[in-house]
Antibody, heavy 116, light 112 residues
Framework: EVQLVESGGGLVQPGGSLRLSCAAS????????MSWVRQAPGKGLEWVAV????????YYVDSVKGRSTISRDNANNSLYLQMNSLRADDTAVYYC?????????WGQGTLLTVSS | DIVMTQTPLSLSVTPGQPASISCKSS???????????LYWYLQKPGQPPQLLIYEVSNRFSGVPDRFSGSGSGTDFTLKISRVEAEDVGVYYC?????????FGQGTKLEIK
């Protein structure tokens, strides 16, 4: 069974940093593109970033480009999203998701709140 | 970026009746490999999204056959042949022909 478990969310002040993590199991993690998708409270879905299986290619939505870094540790089946210079509009539930063209499985999400 | 536009934004359906959601993209979603990268998701209350349909018309594993997808190019439709109470939630279409991936605004399905 595919499982994706996010962690690392919390309350952060504007301008702060945070690293989100995703533990994957139930599939060969090193063979899949992996994505982060977020959802602001009461709003729709916004794709954030994606990383190639070997980590050699990374792509971001413009609103986080230059402030965020997606990375992975295939030895430990883990995906990360480092977010810096956080703003109020980064407040959202962040989902780890398997795939790039075909996003098929999603984690339960972790809530990041940016507020003073 | 490709803009995805869903209609209607909300839907109230009597159990057993059909439902239909439209999704239009601002660009053709047919890729050079012959596939059309249009996906449908359902987000039930308090849950993450779950994949229903991939590449326009293919039901994902475990998805009931009352769900069907159709369309081509820029116009797509998700149909539920007979709505059940468990189908409530928000339905999203997503394009994955181009980065950034983009979603429709969502269509909220309620039961009458």
């Amino acid at each position: 069974e595919v499982q994706l478990v996010e962690s690392g969310g919390g309350l952060v002040q504007p301008g702060g940093s945070l690293r989100l993590s995703c533990a994957a199991s139930g599939f060969t993690f090193s063979s899949y593109w992996m994505s982060w998708v977020r959802q602001a409270p009461g709003k729709g879905l916004e794709w954030v970033a994606v990383i190639k299986p070997d980590g050699s290619e990374k792509y971001y939505v413009d609103s986080v480009k230059g402030r965020s870094t997606i990375s992975r540790d295939n030895a430990n089946n883990s995906l990360y999203l480092q977010m810096n210079s956080l703003r109020a509009d980064d407040t959202a539930v962040y989902y780890c998701a398997r795939g790039s063209r075909g996003i098929d499985y999603w984690g339960q999400g972790t809530l990041l709140t940016v507020s003073s | 970026d490709i803009v995805m536009t869903q209609t209607p934004l909300s839907l109230s359906v009597t159990p057993g009746q059909p439902a239909s959601i439209s999704c239009k993209s601002s660009q053709n979603l047919l890729y050079r490999d012959g596939k059309t990268y249009l996906y449908w998701y359902l987000q039930k209350p308090g849950q993450p999204p779950q994949l229903l349909i991939y590449e326009v018309s293919n039901r994902f594993s475990g998805v009931p056959d009352r769900f069907s997808g159709s369309g081509s190019g820029t116009d797509f439709t998700l149909k539920i042949s007979r709505v059940e109470a468990e189908d409530v939630g928000v339905y999203y279409c997503m394009q994955s022909i181009q980065l950034p991936r983009t979603f429709g605004q969502g269509t909220k399905l309620e039961i009458k």
